[in-house]
């Protein structure tokens, strides 16, 4: 069986590895891929939104599953390209990826559900938007943009005028472009977060095992929201009670409300929840694997990974066993660029991944990365996903971190504390 990826980062390396162990899978090829998709399978030169390319490509060489990482090309309606072609293509359509590229759809999917999730207002003015504001006390909101905005358009606030102020950035200066002709207010919630994935074929829904991502760039999170600079797998607070409640309470009703919608969801469901007093509470929803909570989940999955994501896309999840896991915990740690999330160079060679390659239960697996020449130099703000397993979540944690000694390039830096906050709950 032939095999199409489509991205470039972290994630899809991680997806990329796993496919090829599949006794089922003859090629990988990945569109566009980074340096490490490049050595492990074969990269194609055509960009993750070129539709048209990637429709011709995936006919041309017979293509038996094409897996979308990315958002911007499922929000972009390549899946439903894909299946006006009769190409099989694990994913969702356009009409099901508002759930993560539009807030105001999420909220009111949410709303329509009975789901829980922050309370939140939608706004098409900036006046209305501010008044709203001013009038409420002085508490701690956050503000953001309707669209995809690479994760930044997400404005977590602590006071008044910094709320009022992320409006501004939003809908007048409009930082984030048309992603900001909406806005969603929503409260501020606290507590712990944890990830929960799960493939769906539109009726089946299978879990994945639970992840932590650290959102913040720096440890303790503080500093500013990235994509996610490291991620565990399993988080031990989400119980299998918690899980179960997650299933029946969020992940059964939102596939419910989208099919009383008129809305079929096949693919990723992936729920960020936020853990509060009053029960599990949803932050967003993401319509793809995460990145970089894809990394450590992969590494401990025992089950072929084509066997599932053909099934899903087949309509046939009912007829698989259940999912298989490596017991024990896995642990990535994101090397980023110096700047990251803000400005950050490319272009600088990274020495040393050879020697963490040769480190028993660890795998580098690259994200902003390209080849030139001989040599792999970065490309991104997050460079590497440095992923090891090991017997508990200590010796995983030990096991990355050794691994990141042995690799460097100026500028490189990553957080220390990934997976710290299993330890000490909030
Ligand atoms: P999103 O892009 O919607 O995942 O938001 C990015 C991050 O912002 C989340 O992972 C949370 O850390 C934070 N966040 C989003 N919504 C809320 C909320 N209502 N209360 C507290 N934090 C939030
Ligand atoms: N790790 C967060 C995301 O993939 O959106």
């Given at each position: 069986m032939k095999v199409l990826v489509i991205g470039q980062g972290g994630r899809e390396h991680a997806l990329c590895w796993k496919l090829s162990q599949s006794p089922r899978v003859t090629n990988v090829y990945c569109a566009p891929g980074n340096a490490g998709t490049g050595l492990d399978v074969q990269n194609v030169d055509i960009g993750a939104t070129d539709i048209a390319r990637l429709v011709s490509f995936a006919r041309k060489e017979k293509i038996d599953l094409t897996v979308v990482g990315p958002e911007a090309p499922l929000v972009d309606g390549l899946v439903d390209a894909f299946l006006t072609a009769k190409l099989r293509i694990f994913g969702p359509t356009k009409a099901a990826a508002q759930l993560e590229g539009s807030k105001v759809f999420f909220k009111e999917v949410m709303r329509k559900g009975n789901i829980p999730t922050a309370e939140g207002r939608t706004f098409t003015s900036a006046d209305d938007a501010i008044r709203f504001l001013q009038e409420r006390e002085d508490s701690s909101h956050v503000v953001k943009a309707d669209g995809l905005a690479q994760g930044k358009g997400v404005i977590v606030c602590s006071n008044k005028v910094e709320a009022l102020d992320a409006i501004k950035r939003i809908m007048v200066t409009r930082e984030f472009g048309a992603a900001g002709d909406r806005v969603v207010i929503e409260d501020r919630l606290q507590g712990q977060e944890v990830s929960v994935l799960a493939v769906v074929?539109?009726?089946?829904?299978?879990?994945?095992?639970?992840?932590?991502?650290?959102?913040?760039?720096?440890?303790n999170d503080q500093g500013p929201n990235t994509g996610g600079m490291g991620a565990y797998t399993p988080a031990p607070f989400a119980t299998p009670e918690l899980m179960e409640e997650v299933e029946t309470k969020i992940l059964i009703p939102t596939v419910h409300t989208l099919k009383r919608m008129g809305i079929d969801f096949r693919g990723i469901l992936y729920a960020g929840i936020m853990l509060t007093p009053q029960g599990p509470k949803v932050l967003e929803f993401n319509v793809r694997l995460g990145d970089p909570?894809?990394?450590?989940?992969?590494?401990?999955?025992?089950?072929?990974?084509?066997?599932?994501?053909?099934?899903?896309?087949?309509?046939?999840?009912?007829?698989?066993?259940?999912?298989?896991?490596?017991?024990?915990?896995?642990?990535?740690v994101v090397m980023a660029a110096e700047g990251y999330p803000g400005k950050y160079d490319k272009g600088h060679a990274i020495r040393g991944l050879d020697a963490a390659a040769q480190l028993p239960d660890v795998k580098v697996f690259h994200a902003g990365t390209t080849a030139k020449g001989d040599q792999v130099v970065t490309d991104g703000g997050r460079v590497l996903g440095v992923t090891a397993i090991g017997n508990d979540l200590d010796d995983a944690k030990r096991k990355a971190y050794e691994a990141v000694k042995c690799i460097r390039w100026q500028g490189a830096w990553c957080r220390k504390d990934i997976s710290d906050k299993a330890r000490s709950p909030r």
């Open positions: 074929d539109g009726r089946t829904i299978i879990p994945l095992a639970p992840a932590q991502d650290h959102k913040a760039a720096w440890d909570e894809t990394q450590p989940v992969l590494m401990r999955l025992k089950t072929d990974l084509f066997t599932l994501l053909s099934a899903a896309a087949d309509g046939r999840l009912q007829d698989l066993p259940p999912l298989q896991w490596d017991p024990r915990p896995a642990l990535c």
